[in-house]
């Protein structure tokens, strides 16, 4: 994340971002698959592509491509097999949803997973962590679903919507949005229009 000052002296946090080229790999229309759909394809694979995906992108006359992704769209007609998609199809106050992995962090108790309390930290206390009662007696004579409990925490997918782009760089395929996205540095990120 960088900091961004405005003619007035404001302070905009943004996420750098850089998005794209993306080559369009395949079109998927309403006529043949079902729906309508674009395919696309970010950073060049030089190696250990296996036999199947070579095959696909041959047929499309396209380098092999790390991430493959869909994209819904309304009428694909208007676009070709091997075009390049970039950042300028997002212009500055665009609003955008921006979809990634968070974090991973292991497993994590109850107080650092849910924000639990935790008991007194004074000497002979012995309740400073845990979790405390987690449910009845004889009936239901179980943990009820979804109890707030220590597991595993992060890791899974997440969408942070309405995000502001602050900045675009055409010639450098980077875009500045405003406030954090989800993932660690160096994640993969899928950016649409809000």
Not at 92 to 107: A, H, L, M, N, Q
Request: proline share 4%; hydrophobic share 35%; charged share 30%.
């Amino acid at each position: 994340m960088v900091q961004i000052f405005t003619e007035n002296g404001d302070v905009i946090p943004t996420t750098v971002i850089e998005a794209g080229p993306c080559q369009i790999v395949q079109r998927k229309s309403r006529d043949k698959e079902g729906y309508d759909a674009l395919q696309l394809g970010f950073l060049h694979k030089r190696k250990n592509v296996s036999r199947p995906l070579k095959g696909h992108f041959d047929k499309a006359g396209v380098e092999p491509k790390v991430y493959l992704r869909e994209f819904r769209v309304d009428g694909v007609d208007e676009y070709q097999v091997g075009q390049e998609i970039k950042v300028d199809i997002f212009s500055e106050k665009d609003k955008v949803d921006i979809t990634g992995i968070s974090k991973g962090r292991g497993f994590a108790g109850g107080v650092k997973r849910w924000g639990f309390k935790g008991g007194k930290a004074s000497h002979g206390s012995m309740f400073h962590r845990a979790p405390g009662s987690i449910g009845a007696s004889a009936w239901p004579s179980r943990v009820l679903k979804g109890k707030k409990l220590p597991g595993r925490m992060g890791g899974v997918r997440m969408t942070v919507r309405n995000l502001e782009v602050v900045k675009i760089d055409a010639e450098r395929n980077i875009m500045l949005v405003k406030g954090a996205v989800p993932g660690a540095r160096g994640g993969f990120l899928f950016i649409k229009r809000s």
